[in-house]
């Protein structure tokens, strides 16, 4: 599926300082019952954002109006557990395009790279940085350069550079997916499948 | 060269090196199930392909279906809905289908080896991460995102960086009561949830060597529960012994072809890995968890740790034993507990169900306790009746249900209410894993065995005599 184009991101942040956050939590699994990809922002952190009786909790970073932003920034170990790309979706439905953390859980990653949310790994040092920066003003910006792959504090311009696999940066930037390009190398696939007659 | 186990099947199945980017993995066989897949098709339809290989492509109905009454159409709407998406799925792009109520259905990780679509050297992937435990076989098989089932299903092939080696070795001798769970949980108590993360781990020692393949699937099952994309053990005699005649499995002259490649397949003497462990079997107990990863457990004769003396936030911890209603230095023996899961792709096979039984044989189910035993297919179900162990279960109180994931995830009905504790046999203790504010205590079949007939957390060993 097509996404949005990724290039530089400039946003304020919600932060989320708690480490190993699961996927179970980003999108509970009684959310998973749909057919089509509709509506899943709507769930997102659905146990730890509203009560039983669908009241929203009032000390959720998501309930509270002072953080807002299209950068989710996150403990370390981020997205671990179910491999349910449903998770991704939420995240980039609710309107965030990047997430950051000093750790992320290896097919979270991949989904979100898979979706056009860009995963930004940074130090546990400049993680800790950006939290504080945010509790000092909740609105302190934040800028994510994929063709450079920095990501800057702009208030105290401190900065780091941050991996990625340069053909993932080519398909984000370009809003590319993968099954295009294999589906080019579709002969080659054939050819290589006859060997393998499993 | 010399190449670990995961080099050479890896390194067979790369149909291009991107440059400076992902390989592009052949895929062998591919599992479907009825939660990740519909998108998947959906993105075909718009693409206007169809499946490329339809016989390298298994679907079957599991995460939703109830473990009652299954006879009967599905309650949930929802769920109804998402069933019958795949089944016209599999139907339009002529995929094996084995939904609701057909002989050959169960969980996807279980009917896979049953069925002989699980081989040595292949590579497996599902929209499931624990689909690691093919990887008891020796073949790569990992846990993937409905992108990449889409990418699969119109193209055979994924696209992925190759991972980092770990081996982790563990000789001696394990002691009575402790299980291949336990072995699981230890290590995963060791190397923390994210101990393993960008690596693919290979099991090597006498542990796994001396383990049924049943036990070798619980651990492989549980890779990712430590953040590893999977994990593997060499093929061997048991392993050949365990897939041979099986309805997929190669034949004939095809079995002698496939014979010569599997018994390549170990890794090679002086062959290096990214990273190493090694522990000894003898030191490890039955295990339990007390908080809310697979990474918080401890021997079952040891007390809740400090926050003092955990790896990472305290704040983080804290949160967890809040959650759980546990303190520091609190032991688990005793506590009280109101459901028992037994079943899941992680103890939810034959084996598991003689161990369970064998331990409540002559006792009687806690009154305080409710008891979910959901087996892993309709062949485990079968097995269950055929052995007599169903009758021993009944005269103990205890009822079966019929299979699927049931309350591993509780999408179904099979849900552990707010508050309530669940020592359960599956894979993960997540916040509401069970259903929303459950708390999971996770443990082998043995432990959950002695949890339902005492009604609290009980060391097992107690009960063997
Ligand atoms: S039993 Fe649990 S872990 Fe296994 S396939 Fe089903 S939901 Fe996934």
């Known amino acids: ?198 | 060269m010399k190449k670990t186990l995961f080099d050479k099947v890896w390194d067979g199945h790369v149909v291009q090196q991107i440059d400076r980017g992902p390989d592009v993995l052949f895929i062998d066989r591919h599992m479907v199930h009825e939660v990740t897949s519909p998108v998947a098709f959906l993105g075909l339809k718009n693409r206007k392909i169809k499946v490329l290989y339809p016989e390298r492509t298994f679907a079957t109905a599991d995460h939703n279906t109830p473990t009652i009454n299954q006879h009967l159409p599905v309650q949930d709407p929802l769920s109804a809905k998402q069933l019958e998406a795949l089944e016209n799925n599999a139907k339009e792009h002529g995929i094996s289908f084995w939904g609701l109520g057909h002989e050959k259905n169960g969980i996807v990780h279980v009917v896979g080896p049953e069925y002989g679509i699980t081989l040595p050297g292949a590579t497996i992937v599902c929209g499931d991460s624990h689909t690691s435990t093919h990887g008891a076989f020796g073949a790569i098989a990992f846990g993937i995102g409905t992108s990449e089932v889409e990418m699969v299903l119109s193209t055979q092939c994924i696209l992925q960086p190759k991972p980092k080696k770990m081996r982790i070795t563990i000789n001696g001798e394990l002691q009575m009561g402790v299980t291949p769970k336990d072995v699981a949980l230890f290590i995963i108590s060791k190397l923390t949830t994210s101990g393993a993360t960008g690596h693919f781990v290979e099991y090597a020692g006498d542990v796994f060597t001396n383990m049924t393949m049943e036990g070798r699937m619980t651990v492989c099952n549980l890779s990712i529960e430590m953040g590893a994309r999977g994990g593997m053990i060499a093929p061997d005699e048991k392993t050949f012994h365990y897939i041979k005649d099986r309805e997929f499995t190669p034949k004939g002259t095809d079995w002698d072809k496939a014979m010569d490649y599997w018994q390549d397949l170990y890794t090679d003497e002086g062959a290096s890995f990214d990273e190493e462990y090694f522990f000894n079997g003898s030191e490890i107990e039955p295990m339990i968890t007390f908080g809310t990863n697979p990474g918080m457990g401890i021997g079952i004769s040891k007390n809740i740790p400090d926050a003092a003396n955990v790896e990472g936030g305290s704040a983080t911890y804290e949160k967890s034993l809040n959650y759980m209603g546990y303190n520091e230095g609190e032991t688990m023996i005793g506590k009280e507990i109101d459901f028992v899961f037994l079943g899941s792709c992680t103890n939810g096979r034959i084996e598991d169900f003689r161990a369970f039984t064998e331990m409540v044989k002559g006792r009687k189910k806690a009154a305080n306790v409710t008891a979910w035993l959901v087996p892993g297919s309709h062949k485990v179900e079968k097995a269950i009746e055929e052995e007599g162990l169903l009758d021993i279960l009944k005269e103990s109180g205890f009822e079966l249900r019929e299979p699927g994931c049931s309350a591993c995830l509780a999408m179904n009905d099979d849900k552990v209410p707010v508050g309530k504790y669940a020592v359960s046999t599956s894979n993960r203790n997540f916040e509401g894993r069970q259903g929303p504010g459950s708390r999971t205590l996770l443990a082998s079949p043995i432990m959950a065995a002695a949890a339902a007939v005492t009604g609290k957390v009980t060391d097992p060993r107690t009960l063997i005599n």
Not at chain 1, 56 to 70: E, I, M, Q, W
Not at chain 1, 75 to 86: A, D, L, P, V, Y
Not at chain 1, 152 to 176: L, V
């Open chain 1, 1 to 198: 599926m097509a996404y949005d184009k990724f290039d530089i991101l400039k946003s304020s942040a919600v932060p989320l300082p708690i480490e190993n956050v699961d996927t179970d939590q980003i999108i509970p699994a009684r959310f998973l019952k749909a057919t089509e990809r509709v509506g899943f922002g709507d769930n997102l952190f659905r146990d730890w954002r509203y009560n039983s009786d669908e009241s929203p909790k009032k000390d959720f970073v998501l309930n509270n109006d002072t953080y807002s932003g299209k950068i989710l920034v996150g403990g370390k170990n981020f997205g671990s557990g179910s491999s349910r790309e449903h998770a991704a979706w939420a995240i980039y439905d609710y309107g965030f395009r990047c997430v950051v953390s000093s750790f992320f859980a290896d097919i979270f990653r991949n989904n979100c790279l898979n979706i056009g949310v860009l995963p930004v790994k940074v130090s546990p040092e400049f993680l800790e940085h950006v939290f504080n920066e945010i509790n000092r003003n909740p609105s302190t910006t934040l800028t994510v350069n994929l063709p450079n792959q920095t990501i800057m504090i702009d208030a105290t311009g401190s900065s780091e550079s941050f991996d990625i696999n340069p053909y993932k940066k080519d398909n984000m930037t370009n809003g590319f997916d993968d099954i295009d390009y294999l589906l080019n190398i579709k002969e080659d696939i054939k050819t290589f499948s006859k060997d393998t007659p499993l």
